[in-house]
């Protein structure tokens, strides 16, 4: 089961929560996709796009479960990027934990492992 994940502001994701869908953050709308990371990828993705940002969430999901609109594509060198050419449905949620900001980096659940 590969778990894949989305970085995103608390507000946006209630918001998702109340209409039962999630067509993507501001970037996601503008790329075309909803952006999501692998484990690997989400630390430095936090670092790049979210650098000092507050009150963000951390999303599990499972790839699987977003079926055929789930594309992985080439992105920042060449790795490949979980990308959602689809609305998300919030309720496929795994968890959500919170993403705060500490220390100058985002602090990633305990036992994060990249």
């Given amino acids: 089961m590969a778990i894949i994940y989305k970085i995103l502001p608390e507000a946006l994701w209630q918001a998702a929560q109340r209409s039962g869908s999630f067509a993507g953050a501001a970037i996601d709308l503008t790329d075309g996709y ?61 968890w959500v934990k919170p993403l705060p900001w500490a220390g100058g980096q985002h602090d990633f659940p305990e036992g994060w492992t990249a």
């Fill in 34 to 94: 909803i952006h999501f990371s692998t484990a690997g990828q989400a630390v430095e993705t936090a670092r790049r796009h979210f650098h000092g940002q507050r009150e963000l969430l951390l999303v599990a999901f499972e790839a699987e479960a977003l079926g055929d609109a789930l594309r992985w594509e080439p992105s920042r060198g060449g790795d490949l990027f979980p990308h959602l050419y689809a609305v998300l449905d919030p309720a496929l949620a795994l």
